[in-house]
């Protein structure tokens, strides 16, 4: 069974910083581009950052740029999300999910990325004081 786990939320003061991971399980990332997507509470999910199937191209939306990371690990089967200088507007579920094979040597801008398969349960960040 094709599966993608998030982990590392969690509940973080303005200003503070988190890891995300986002692991795989029934097959291997390294044939994927990687996306991070997230959704915050009454509002659509939106792309946050990608990063291709050999770590070579990254790309980010404009609200994180500079302050998130996205890098993998291929041995570990795993994509991260390093987020620092966290806001309150970037509380939400955060989603990993994987690119189709048109993506998976240069991505596409985070607001063009598509994914394959459905989604799963994401990992909730909390920004606040």
């Known amino acids: 069974q094709l599966q993608l786990v998030e982990s590392g939320g969690g509940l973080v003061q303005p200003g503070g910083s988190l890891r995300l991971s986002c692991a795989a399980s029934?097959?291997?990332?390294?044939?994927?581009?990687i996306g991070w997507f997230r959704q915050a509470l009454g509002k659509e999910r939106e792309g946050v950052s990608c990063?291709?199937?050999?770590?070579?191209?990254?790309r980010y939306a404009d609200s994180v740029k500079g302050r998130f990371t996205i890098s993998r690990d291929n041995a570990k089967n795993t994509v991260y999300l390093q987020m620092n200088s966290l806001k309150p507007e970037d509380s939400g579920i955060y989603y990993c999910?994987?690119?189709?094979?048109?993506?998976?040597?240069?991505?596409?801008?985070?607001?063009?990325?598509?994914?394959?398969?459905?989604w799963s349960q994401g990992t909730q960040v909390i920004v606040s004081s």
């Open positions: 029934g097959f291997t990332l390294d044939s994927y581009a």
């Open positions: 990063i291709s199937s050999n770590g070579d191209s990254t």
């Open positions: 999910a994987r690119g189709p094979r048109s993506d998976r040597d240069v991505c596409p801008p985070p607001h063009l990325m598509k994914v394959l398969g459905s």
